[in-house]
């Protein structure tokens, strides 16, 4: 049987490769990069020696084929799932509350957390409460809304400015990466229903407590690797070889060839653009949101203090430039006093100096936590992911591409693929396996 061609050594990428595997089917998959994860890695940081991720990223229980790819390559054990959904909520003046879920049937146990929940005020639990009303038992979404942002769907479904600020604008966020001003309500819609709506254990958060490259990449590689498929990092596709509708392989930048009846292309779309021949973007519609899509950033920054500022896991903060704090010296275990602070959505910040964004933080830590007044900083690191995930706004939810192209032999995945999931790590796999079961069913 014809092995496959796999390009992009990501979540996407390597859970196409195992889904293959685990079929028999031969794999090669070639990165570009010297390490594989993509975006979604994990590196030591040479001051400090700790593990650092390129960014916090949270699972849900609702993360099935995720939860699948784990279980299969057999590290499900390092990400670590809460028993019922909590979060923390940190407004500025020190005031902590906790939005905690019972263990009840959906929807029970979210609407039974919103009315014990200190984070609401007694109108806003209505406000909640109806909206979930809405989610629950008719259908929030009328004919003719699905074009709305976020902002403009919430404010229809009578959500107040202040309980959007405070509670929908930070799960906005956090879960689409972008703004809720431009973000399509239709996928925020479609995410609180898996999220919230469908049953507790799909609401629970989970963390990494390893690094993020540690709960995949090398468990995903060994195990293409033991059943006869070749992961090769370090090696740079330069262009998809195409010739009369078909893909024939592809060219590495170091010139040479490898012919392929079957490639699949893990890659970001902004990469894949460079990839295909220009008149197939210019003639052919469906490679159209390989230049329409427009990424959206995410600034992580990572900071190692002398002291614990919290015993927390991770908070929510209101009313702060810095919307989430994770406690990774606790998270990790390792017994460091070290903390990653996530910007998502951060168009407006990502042009900042890195001392500025330093700055922000430190004075908004201060404000937040009264330990940040009296800790001295040890160390510093800011990373700035521009195109961390695609802009998830209306116009680009028509355009996501499904796995099969017109190009005979020619398969995508990745988190921007037709998925109906934001730009997540539910999404990639989602997107591998789909392009994995179209190759075993066609080829
Ligand atoms: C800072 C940050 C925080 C995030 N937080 C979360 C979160 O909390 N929860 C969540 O679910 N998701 C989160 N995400 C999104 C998640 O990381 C991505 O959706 C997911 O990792 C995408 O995987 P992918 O395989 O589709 O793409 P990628 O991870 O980008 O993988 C594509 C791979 O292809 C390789 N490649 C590209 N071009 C070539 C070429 N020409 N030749 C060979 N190889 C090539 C790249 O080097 C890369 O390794 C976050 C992302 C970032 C950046």
């Not at 994990?42 to 849900?60: C, K, R």
């Not at 995410?298 to 702060?320: C, K, M, P, Q, Y």
């Amino acid at each position: 049987m014809n092995e496959v061609l796999i390009i992009g050594g990501g979540f996407s990428g390597l859970a196409a490769g195992v889904a293959l595997a685990e079929h028999g089917r031969g794999v090669r998959l070639l990165e570009q990069k010297p390490h594989l994860g993509g975006r979604a890695r994990s590196f030591l940081d040479p001051a400090t020696g700790s593990v650092v991720d390129n960014g916090q990223h949270i699972f849900m229980g609702c993360y099935h084929a995720t939860i699948r790819f784990l279980s299969t390559i057999g590290t499900l054990g390092r990400v670590r799932f809460q028993q019922h959904l909590t979060v923390h909520f940190l407004e500025r003046n020190g005031r902590l509350t906790v939005f905690q879920c019972p263990g009840l049937p959906s929807p029970w146990h979210v609407l039974l957390g919103v009315l014990r929940s200190g984070s609401f005020a007694f109108k806003e639990k209505l406000e909640v409460l109806r909206l979930g009303g809405l989610l629950q038992w008719a259908k929030a979404m009328h004919h003719g809304s699905e074009k709305l942002s976020v902002r403009e769907w919430l404010t229809r479904l009578g959500q107040s400015e202040r309980l959007q600020r405070n509670f929908w604008d930070l799960l906005c966020i956090a879960a689409l990466n972008e703004d809720p001003t431009v973000a399509s309500a239709a996928l925020f819609e479609h995410v609180l229903r898996l999220a919230l709506f469908t049953s507790p254990e799909d609401s629970c958060l989970a963390i990494p407590a390893v690094g993020l490259s540690d709960v995949y990449v090398d468990a995903a590689t060994a195990y293409i690797r033991a059943r006869g498929g070749q992961v090769e990092s370090g090696r740079s596709v330069a262009g998809l070889l195409v010739s009369e509708g078909r893909c024939r392989g592809v060219r590495l930048s170091s010139g040479e060839e490898i012919e392929a009846e079957i490639v699949l292309s893990a890659v970001p779309s902004f990469q894949l653009a460079g990839l295909l021949p220009g008149e197939l973007i210019r003639l052919e519609p469906f490679f159209a949101p390989v230049i329409s899509l427009r990424p959206a950033p995410i600034i992580s920054i990572n900071l190692w203090f002398d002291r614990a500022l919290t015993e927390l896991d991770f908070v929510g903060l209101r009313g702060t430039t810095i919307q989430w704090l994770f406690n990774k010296g606790k998270i990790l275990g390792l017994g460091e006093n070290y903390v990653s602070l996530v910007l998502s959505g951060a168009h407006r910040h990502i042009g900042r100096s890195k001392e500025e964004l330093l700055a922000t933080a430190l004075l908004e830590l201060g404000d937040l936590f009264p330990e940040a007044r009296k800790a001295e900083l040890h160390h510093s690191l800011i990373i700035k992911e521009r195109f961390a995930t695609f802009s998830p706004t209306w116009e680009a939810e028509q355009v996501r591409p499904p796995a099969r192209t017109p190009v005979r032999g020619l398969y995508l995945a990745g988190d921007w693929t037709a998925t109906g999931l934001p730009a997540t790590i539910e999404s990639a796999v989602q997107s591998g396996y789909t392009a994995a079961g179209a190759i075993l069913n066609d080829c």
